[in-house]
């Protein structure tokens, strides 16, 4: 009875369910041939050739996969009428060369997001470290500058601390520098080397395989594990470093101002205060001393007028002696 039934008097006898999960058959079986063309179209568009007949059969015949042909009939021209079907053979072999190929830019999209998130790594490790060192250089700067060198006298910070800190701050970062340059130089040092390496491989025509490559990935994670020990340590160093020139200061610091009380100290060890009566008669003595310095003035005083008025008449008396000869 079924058979005698059209498409659409069949699909209308049948249930809600029934049409339900033919409606879901459909969709997958239409999920996978679009799929299929898909792939199918790619690798056309691969190989560079025309959805015709002839192109895609001379395309499946080069990769070595011809295309199943129906039975030999005695018309050419109703079997060449005939849509080309590729076999599962054919398909399989086809759908293997796209998966190679979308392994293939998976592993290069997977190799640049690797490249592209290292280098974020990086800037941010950076970052990292810019914001710890200029945390550390505003806490010094507020203890350093700010607190230990504001004078209650001026209500004012001293220049000098300031200048000081300057220069030492610029000194570590010069430190830094030179530490950087001979790492830049030792890695650059080792490239030249692996890079020599190579190049003699080459010449000698040793092949590196996928052991050696292997291997050579295992020893570049040996070597950035190393370094980045080594950029660990380097760090600690330059904390302690910076630690210990902040206690060398101030130990100086200290040292000064203990030099400069102890001169204050023995001076003040070394003064004496005469007592009150010796201070009393030293003072009559300095009083009597300038009363005699002004009595002692004041007879030099007569004795210069004295002496110019006789000289006044010394010198009228040969004046009156010569003319009385003349």
Not at 127 to 134: G, H, K, P, V
Not at 172 to 186: E, F, H, P, S, V
Not at 279 to 294: D, G, I, L, Y
Request: charged residues 35%; contains cysteine; aromatic residues 6%.
């Amino acid at each position: 009875m079924l058979d005698s039934l059209t498409n659409e008097e069949w699909i209308f006898s049948l249930e809600d369910e029934e049409i339900q999960k033919l409606i879901k058959e459909t969709k997958v079986t239409t999920a996978l041939d679009t799929s299929e063309n898909d792939i199918f179209k790619r690798f056309l568009a691969k190989v560079d050739m025309n959805f015709d007949a002839k192109p895609i059969e001379s395309n499946l015949e080069q990769v070595g996969k011809p295309l199943t042909t129906r039975r030999k009939s005695k018309s050419r021209t109703s079997s060449s009428d005939r849509s080309l079907k590729l076999t599962l053979e054919q398909k399989c072999h086809v759908a293997q060369i796209e998966s190679d190929a979308y392994k293939q830019e998976i592993a290069a999209t997977e190799r640049q997001a690797n490249k592209v998130l290292d280098d974020y790594r990086a800037k941010i490790e950076e970052l990292n470290i810019r914001f710890e060192e200029n945390k550390r250089s505003v806490v010094d700067f507020r203890k350093i500058v700010v607190k230990e060198g504001y004078n209650d006298w001026i209500k004012s910070v001293c220049s000098e601390k300031f200048v000081r800190f300057s220069e030492e701050t610029l000194c570590q970062r010069d430190t830094t520098i030179d530490k950087l340059r001979l790492k830049n130089n030792a890695l650059n040092g080792q490239l030249k080397k692996l890079r020599g390496h190579l190049r003699q491989k080459e010449e000698l025509g040793d092949v590196l395989h996928a052991v050696d490559f292997e291997q050579l990935k295992i020893d570049n994670t040996k070597c950035l594990a190393q370094i980045d020990d080594k950029n660990r340590v380097i760090q600690k160093l330059k904390l302690a470093a910076g630690r210990t020139q902040q206690v060398l200061n101030s130990l100086k610091e200290h040292a000064h101002e203990n030099l400069i009380n102890k001169n204050f100290y023995e001076q003040k060890s070394s003064y004496t205060v005469p007592s009150v009566l010796d201070f009393v008669r030293m003072k009559n003595e300095e009083r009597e001393m300038a009363r005699q310095e002004s009595i002692y003035n004041r007879r030099l005083k007569i004795a210069e007028m004295a002496l110019a008025r006789h000289k006044k008449v010394w010198t009228q008396t040969l004046h009156g002696g010569a003319m009385g000869k003349v």
